[in-house]
């Protein structure tokens, strides 16, 4: 089996790494970075991120595996001190995995026709920088609602727990395929109403963003950024590609979120 290691430049991350490359020359895993069945990541929550981006031609060959050597992350389940205890795991890897939806981003420009297709882990973000952003938004091809506002969170499941939650959206679990649409500081008066509600979609439906023309507007998608170019429409819906992680120990989701957001002890 081949594994590649993905690290953030931290010192602690430094170090485990070295010891992931000692312990894997050990045994008969093969160390490739250019065609892995397993992509180790080593930091946190960012590194993994950096990681699928990367690797991102090649979601349906290979795992991940993510150790955490700060606070715990979404997305890594093993501790910097349980360097061992993972190589063990790999050398007896049998192909278990567990798999998340992702979110299928399209970007359609004004004036030249093109467009941008990205694939997007946590979420994707449209903002206007300089002024209210204003919107009109269609569901699975209807208009929904026209929006005005600081702009939009649109989320997978898994990305629930990041940006989405800081601006009020909920959590889901991602044993869902669903998209979250969620507003950012959003203008509800005499004048301008929107739904003001996290917006929750099924696989089959799909998003539509078609913002005022005028000032640029700033769309992410995860740590990619997009602007200075005049939007004509951003599409959003559940991705046919997953991601897939080496199930040896994967924490349960709802223990995971307790853990990060509550930190109380687990009581039987």
């Not at 992931?20 to 992509?39: A, E, R």
């Not at 969620?182 to 439906?205: C, H, K, M, Q, W």
Request: contains cysteine.
């Amino acid at each position: 089996m081949r594994i590649a290691i993905f690290s953030n430049k931290g010192d602690a991350s430094r170090k485990v790494s070295a010891a992931l490359y000692d312990l894997i020359n050990k045994t008969d895993l093969v160390i490739d970075g250019l065609n892995p069945d397993i992509v180790i990541t080593v930091g946190g929550d960012g590194t993994l991120l950096s990681a699928f981006h990367h690797y991102i031609d090649r979601l349906k060959q290979i795992r991940f595996v993510g150790i955490h050597t700060g606070h715990l992350g979404f997305y890594t389940d093993w501790r910097d001190y349980e360097v061992k205890e993972l190589i063990n795991s790999l050398v007896h890897d049998d192909g278990q995995s567990v798999s998340y939806p992702l979110l299928d981003v399209k970007v359609d420009y004004l004036n030249d026709n093109q467009s941008d297709s990205i694939l997007a882990l946590n979420e994707s973000t449209i903002k206007r920088p300089t002024n209210t952003m204003q919107a009109n938004i269609f569901i699975k091809g209807e208009f929904f609602e026209s929006f005005r506002g600081d702009g939009l969170c649109i989320s997978t499941p898994t990305g629930s727990t990041a940006y989405n939650k800081s601006v009020g959206g909920a959590i889901i679990n991602p044993k869902f395929d669903a998209i979250q649409v969620t507003e950012i500081a959003s203008i509800n008066n005499r004048v301008f109403r929107t739904i003001g509600s996290p917006l929750i979609l099924p696989e089959d439906e799909w998003l539509r963003v078609e913002p005022e023309t005028g000032d640029n507007d700033v769309v992410t998608c995860d740590q990619l950024t997009i602007s200075d170019r005049p939007i004509k429409s951003i599409s959003y819906r559940i991705s046919q590609q997953r991601i897939s992680f080496a199930q040896y120990r994967h924490t349960q989701f709802w223990k995971r979120v307790s853990g990060s957001f509550i930190g109380e002890e687990q009581h039987d």
